[in-house]
């Protein structure tokens, strides 16, 4: 009867991996820094600019902020209470071994477990150039990074795969 409980876990399926982890979990605007993740109208962003502007006798802080969308490369803005709570996208970067590119322009991609990911389409200018090159061109082992967020996934990089790997 020591069997059962491993029977469960073979059951799950693939979407149930992140099911305890939230897309989002909250922070304080003043917390907030340059360089780190903020969602703006809904969207996962990277902050790349902000300043506070001190208000009125009884007014509070602001906070403003620039970010850029880390999908569709979008420049968001956002004005908000220091005081005020926003919401900050759990971003995840990994890193796999590319197999293949289908006809329709989607990564065959390598899961550290060993299963076959195909459902993150080749990225339209810089990155895609890149991977091309490194993948078509040159013959070369190929990782990519993908960056998911909320949902959300894009290659945002590749690089030739260490030898040996």
């Known amino acids: ?9 073979h059951e799950l399926t693939f979407e149930s991996a992140d099911a305890g982890a939230s897309l989002t979990f909250p922070m ?3 917390a907030l820094r340059k360089n780190g993740f903020v969602c ?13 502007s001190k208000t009125g006798k009884h007014g509070h802080a602001k906070v403003h902020l620039i970010a850029i969308d880390i999908f569709t490369g979008k420049k968001l803005e956002d004005l908000s209470p220091s005081t005020h709570n926003m919401d900050v996208p759990n971003v995840r970067r990994q890193e796999y071994q590319l197999l293949d590119i289908s006809e ?17 389409k080749v990225p339209d200018g810089e990155v895609g150039d890149k991977i091309n090159k490194l993948f078509n061109d040159e013959n070369k082992d190929t990782n990519v ?5 909320m949902g959300e996934e894009a290659a ?3 690089k030739e795969a260490p030898k040996g790997a």
């Not at 009867?1 to 876990?9: S, W």
């Not at 809904?42 to 600019?49: A, F, G, S």
């Not at 990074?145 to 967020?149: K, M």
């Open 1 to 9: 009867m020591a069997e059962a409980p491993n029977d469960a876990q």
């Open 28 to 30: 304080q605007c003043s």
């Open 40 to 52: 703006i109208k809904n969207r996962p962003c990277k902050i790349v600019d902000m300043s506070t």
């Open 104 to 120: 329709d322009g989607f990564l065959n991609l390598l899961t550290d477990n060993g299963e076959e990911k195909n459902d993150v």
């Open 145 to 149: 990074i993908v960056l998911t967020a």
């Open 156 to 158: 945002i990089d590749a």
